[in-house]
């Protein structure tokens, strides 16, 4: 059963991608085509979630020791010592995301069928979503890094496809580049250290380099002499990570995929392609464990990248951007507890992020879709009568993502910054670092729930403007209107996830730490856990600081008499924020032109001047010889047995040379 995970997506997208190419419906038969291609791709990544689900009750029934299933479904490369299968292995860790990518996924499927019901190629856009999902789940089931490394390339390609989606649009179609090329420039250190890996340790196989690392472990002359390379695979490793899960660096490019569709912004930003290096990080905890530089990088980068993307989120008015700065943010977060040591805490963020995210994202769409393709909050208000169950359900996204209990958020983000308190490689600085972010995070998602949702409407005054001057854009608020239910029942069982998903990891009773326990061992944490006082007061000032965050934003954006008075009256810092700090065009400055200009001098002087002319020269060449050959060839046959005669003359006196 195990391989009918990702064949089922598999089969979806052949099945639509095969429509597209070559039976397209009529025009008018293509709004009834979008649900037939919409519930085909639904009901095989809805297939692959049953089938997780079985496999996940069947783990569930084995103890800890023995917990992993893996099916190997053909040779694939022998060569020498090297032997890789093509196998699948589900065990404690993968079964998790496994259930959250076809879980999520399928309901981000179903609320496509009514996002997209007006797109010109429905049959491609669902096609994209199956081979994605087969992606990441090849991604996940891989029995070995090279399995895992054709997944994490194929989300990258279809990152691409999705995000340039609506590739007639130019902007649209660099965003899906710039994805593509950042990504690339990751996945180049992921090359390098899976080779390093496979040179130290002589396999690619997990469970093979599990017990490999271990037999090192155990030698304590071999650990110091092979420290640095396990530094240096691990280090090569993350790089792989900046890129897929957009830590800094190469975080530039997840802002920019806001160009896709909203659902394709909530499958990749929630359950699927960012979380992959989380993923990688907590499969290979045996090797990071043995490398504490490489764990204080890992740490230090999602600690500064969640405070740095939360600082832009805080003044962006895309309702997308702001969420999409919230992802690079929590990702932070997320790579903050596996750098701590508290993989099982990064993957418990993911879980709960997944539920909150795409309920957030989907949300985001369903307001869109309300508001006539409006995305600019400035723009918004008053929603909350409009729109009331799209305003309920995000209102409960909202409040997880905050961190106030006992939504899911809470439990997830209070576990990681107790970790990073108290855990031995954790800090006071580390610590801080992420519960400033914490309230920054409460601010930027209550303005924006705030300008989006509360207040009066301000789309109606642009409208009335609009009206009186004969251009109505569909923004008055008779044209405001809630989403169908094929877009509203996601919502809401997300919203029901999102409020309760923070119980499966409760503190000192979590049953996701002791799931994940045969393959991630139990964090040790430092002496001052055994003081529970100091838990509990930790935890009161990160309630106390969403509290704040909340209360202070609700405050202010209920005062203010335009949504532009904060953006006057700190005009200076609040360009800097808005443009991102000016990171793109730091890159743009210094790396893109950089490499236009290059490639333009080599374009111009060395293919022009050189390669050109050594082309042309040789069909130069080819001319003249055949010009010149063509004046032998008079057609005479008397001209013809002479130059036979002179030949056999010729090669007669050699041969008489040769033998005298």
């Not at 909530?266 to 905890?285: C, E, K, Q």
């Not at 935890?539 to 008499?561: E, P, T």
């Not at 032998?632 to 013809?640: A, D, L, P």
Request: charged share 10%.
């Amino acid at each position: 059963m195990l391989a009918l995970i990702p064949l089922f997506p598999l089969i979806g997208f052949l099945i639509n991608g095969g429509w597209y190419l070559f039976g397209q419906a009529p025009q008018g038969r293509q709004k009834a085509s979008s649900k037939v291609t919409g519930w085909i791709a639904t009901f095989f990544i809805f297939l692959s979630f049953l089938v997780s689900a079985l496999l996940f009750l069947q783990l569930f029934s084995m103890d800890g020791e023995h917990r992993v299933i893996q099916q190997v479904v053909f040779p694939w490369i022998y060569v020498g010592a090297l032997k890789l299968d093509v196998a699948f292995r589900v065990d404690s860790l993968s079964t998790l995301f496994t259930l959250v990518i076809t879980g999520v996924g399928t309901l981000i499927h179903i609320y496509s069928i009514g996002y997209m019901s007006h797109d010109a190629s429905p049959g491609k856009f669902f096609a994209y979503l199956n081979l994605f999902c087969f992606a990441m789940l090849m991604l996940v089931l891989g029995a070995s890094l090279p399995i895992l490394f054709l997944g994490w390339e194929g989300v990258g390609l279809c990152s691409y496809l999705l995000i340039g989606y609506w590739y007639t649009d130019i902007e649209k179609a660099k965003a899906g580049k710039k994805a593509f090329v950042v990504n690339r420039v990751g996945d180049l250190g992921f090359l390098l250290g899976m080779f390093m890996i496979y040179s130290t340790f002589g396999t690619l196989d997990f469970e093979t380099l599990r017990s490999v690392v271990g037999e090192f472990g155990h030698l304590g002359g071999a650990i110091r002499v092979d420290i640095e390379a396990v530094t240096s695979i691990c280090l090569l490793l993350f790089v792989g990570c900046m890129g897929k899960s957009a830590q800094i660096p190469l975080y530039v490019w997840l802002p920019d995929a806001m160009a896709g569709p909203t659902p394709v912004s909530a499958l990749i930003h929630a359950a699927t392609m960012v979380t992959s290096g989380i993923y990688m990080i907590s499969r290979l905890n045996f090797l990071y464990s043995l490398s504490p530089i490489a764990l204080s990088v890992v740490a230090t980068v999602g600690a500064l990248t969640a405070f740095f993307a939360a600082t832009i989120a805080i003044v962006q008015k895309d309702i997308k951007k702001v969420l999409a700065y919230s992802t690079v943010s929590q990702l932070g977060y997320m790579f903050l507890g596996c750098g701590v040591g508290a993989y099982s805490a990064g993957v418990f963020h993911v879980i709960t992020h997944a539920f909150f995210k795409a309920l957030l994202f989907l949300g985001a769409g369903s307001v869109i879709h309300g508001m006539h393709e409006e995305q600019n909050i400035l723009k918004m208000g008053g929603l909350k009568s409009k729109m009331p169950k799209t305003f309920l359900t995000f209102a409960i996204g909202w409040l997880a993502i905050s961190g106030i209990p006992p939504f899911s958020g809470f439990f997830s983000k209070d576990e990681i910054l107790w970790q990073a308190f108290s855990s031995p490689s954790g800090s006071m600085l580390l610590w801080g670092l992420g519960a400033l972010t914490a309230v920054m995070t409460a601010f930027y998602m209550t303005r924006l729930f705030s300008l989006t949702f509360l207040g009066s409407p301000r789309f109606e005054e642009h409208s009335a403007h609009d009206h009186a001057h004969g251009h109505d854009h569909g923004h008055s608020s008779l044209g405001v209107h809630e989403s169908p239910s094929v877009m509203i029942v996601p919502l809401q069982i997300l919203a029901i996830l999102s409020a309760i998903g923070g119980l499966i990891g409760i503190p000192h009773m979590s049953w996701l730490e002791h799931w994940l326990e045969p393959v991630i061992p139990v964090h040790e944490v430092a002496a001052a856990v055994e003081h529970s006082q100091t838990e509990w007061l930790l935890m009161g000032v990160s309630v106390f600081g969403a509290v704040l965050g909340i209360a202070v934003a609700l405050q202010l954006y209920r005062s203010l008499k335009s949504p532009t008075a904060l953006a006057e009256k700190f005009s200076t810092i609040h360009q800097a924020m808005e443009d991102k700090w000016y990171v793109d065009e730091i890159y743009d400055a210094l790396i893109v032109k950089p490499l236009q200009k290059f490639s333009e001098i080599l374009w111009k002087f060395f293919d022009i001047q050189v390669i050109d002319r050594i082309v042309v020269g040789f069909g130069r060449m080819s001319l003249w010889s055949g010009e010149t050959a063509r004046v032998m060839q008079t057609g005479s046959i008397q001209v013809y047995a002479l130059m036979l005669l002179v030949g056999l003359i010729a090669t007669a006196g050699y041969l008489v040379y040769v033998w005298v």
